[in-house]
């Protein structure tokens, strides 16, 4: 019976020891079968476990759970038989460094991982390399990397699903959905009983995009045009309560006017007391000029 080993996790040289305990275990077996499920890790670390599969003589059988990307993609493309599930993914990109930076180190490792992927697909480039690619089982299975899929009850359920999730990713594989062409799906659904050619559809498209934008700018027109009213009518309440309450009424004019008369007649009332207290002041001043000069007071007023 073969034994297995696992590279599930983050590729790191930890597992490099590992494998060296496992291929001595293996010593006497012509195959070693391998299960992969990883998001990758140390590029070197992934190109390394890649080399000592190559360089231990014997046939490398791969099942690929879930995903192998980056790190974990490089080691599948050592393997000489590589099966996986419609629901398996597969991820290749170049290398870079802890900050993002791609130095001198990360474009040699870039020419490990190309030489590996040649070995599944000669025409790979090192412009091709530079953008994250992801595939589908399927799609991993027309680059050359798959030699097997593995169908399970319900997987083809599953196929669609995972197409259409993956629709959103840029870079994706000739066979899965893209965003434009589930658009275009609805339209001739909606319209299978017409014969409907790609520019028809386009243009289906389109009208269907220009008719919701109408219908919502006159909603949004409707809804301008009723909020100017509203706010003319309350413009309108605010002018007439202003003019009412800067122009008096007749009552309230004749209440202020009781108000100055009943102000007015005590100033009256105190202006007149004292007139005539300045008068008999003036009066007794007149008496007392008289009584000290006498008779000469009349000579004095007649000159």
Known sequence: ????????????????????????????????????????????????????????????????WGYAASAAFTIACACDFVEASPLTHFMVHSAYGWDGDVDEGCKHANESQLALIHRKNADYTEKDLSEDRWFTASEAQAFGLVDKIVEFEGDAEAKRAVAYGFSKFRNIGGDTMKAEE???????????????????????????????????????????????EELSARVAALEEKREAECEPSDEKKAKLAARLASISRPVARVVATEE??????????????????????DRFIRG
């Open 276 to 297: 005539e207290k300045t008068a008999q002041n003036a009066a007794k001043d007149l008496e007392r000029f008289k009584a000290v000069y006498g008779t000469s007071f």
């Open 1 to 64: 019976m073969l034994k297995t080993f696992d590279i599930y996790y983050d590729i790191s040289p930890l597992y490099l020891e590992e494998l060296d305990k496992h291929l001595r275990a293996c010593a006497t077996d012509k195959e070693i079968n391998l299960n992969i499920c990883s998001p990758g890790g140390d590029i070197y670390a992934g190109i390394a476990i890649a080399e000592k599969l190559r360089a231990c003589g014997k046939r490398v059988n791969a099942r690929v």
């Open 182 to 228: 589930m658009k275009k799906e609805e339209v001739i659904e909606e319209t299978q009983a017409e014969d409907l050619s790609p520019e028809t559809v386009d243009e289906k498209v389109e009208e269907t995009v220009e008719q919701v934008v109408d219908e919502k700018s006159d909603d949004l027109l409707e809804q301008v045009i009723e909020r100017i």
